[in-house]
């Protein structure tokens, strides 16, 4: 996948890492980059094509893609945090993780997926971008609607890899741990700076790679994913 000469779409462009990716595809020569947001009067990236898109909402995504059908690389990074346990929890918020982290990146990709096709020509079918998180792979006491939600655009991610292999569509997982954008302002812990982030990312992408472990955290947490629960949660040992 080659950066340079692209025509790239990012969802989330508002802020924190969407407004990192457009600047950062823009300076690296993307020929055009569609920044989109449910509101589109916040996006204010200079360059960048401005589109509205809830990824939750199937006629806006819809809408999106008849606009942006030229698109090479589509990264999906919209997302919300409702701060959920998924027991004592607010169902809606619940649900509302759900429908943005799975069902939500599953409507983009679907739209996008025939474009990426007829636009990739004999290089290929261009490359899709998901970014999940180090909570892909475990649960966390506050956050467990949030962690359940981006397992299942993990599962999500590597199902649509192998259902967009015959058309050489390249899929990336992206797993980080605490990013310093509003989603974690907070929390009073270290954070990566964001465009870091999406430096690693967007070179990852240029390589090919089909994961980006950004962090020991996220490493050590799929590493985990092998273990017996009792090792990673020994809180829950029943003796």
């Known amino acids: 996948m080659d950066i340079k ?52 909402d199937e006629q806006s995504v819809a809408a999106a893609a008849e606009l942006a059908s030229d698109v090479t690389l589509l990264v999906n990074n919209a997302g919300i945090s409702t701060l959920q346990n998924l027991i004592t929890g607010d169902p809606a918020k619940i649900r509302l993780e759900m429908e943005t982290h799975f069902f ?14 007829a636009s990739g020509g004999d290089a290929g ?9 180090a909570l892909s792979f475990f649960s966390y006491d506050g ?9 299942a655009a993990w599962s999500l991610t590597n199902g649509v890899r192998v259902e967009l292999a015959d058309q050489r569509t390249l899929v990336t997982a992206v797993h980080a741990g605490s990013i310093d954008t509003d989603m974690m302002a907070g929390f009073d812990i270290p954070k990566h700076d964001p465009a870091v ?5 967007l ?10 472990l950004i962090d020991d955290d996220s ?10 629960p009792s090792v990673f949660y020994p809180q829950t040992v029943i003796s």
């Not at 939500?104 to 096709?117: D, E, H, S």
């Not at 079918?125 to 998180?133: F, H, P, Q």
């Not at 982030?197 to 990312?201: F, L, R, S």
């Open 104 to 117: 939500g990146t599953l409507n983009v990709i679907r739209a996008f997926a025939p474009i990426l096709k």
């Open 125 to 133: 079918g261009g490359a899709i971008v998901n970014m999940l998180s």
């Open 5 to 56: 000469g692209s025509v790239a779409l990012v969802t989330g462009s508002n802020r924190g890492l969407g407004r990192h990716f457009v600047a950062q595809l823009l300076s690296r020569g993307a020929s055009k980059v569609y920044a989109t947001a449910r509101n589109p009067q916040a996006v204010d990236i200079p360059g960048a094509h401005v589109l509205p898109l809830d990824i939750t």
């Open 197 to 201: 982030v999406v430096q690693t990312i």
């Open 143 to 151: 956050a467990n609607a949030y962690a359940a939600a981006k397992a």
């Open 219 to 228: 490493s050590r947490a799929k590493a985990a994913v092998a273990q017996d």
């Open 203 to 212: 070179n990852a992408i240029e390589e090919n790679r089909l994961e980006v």
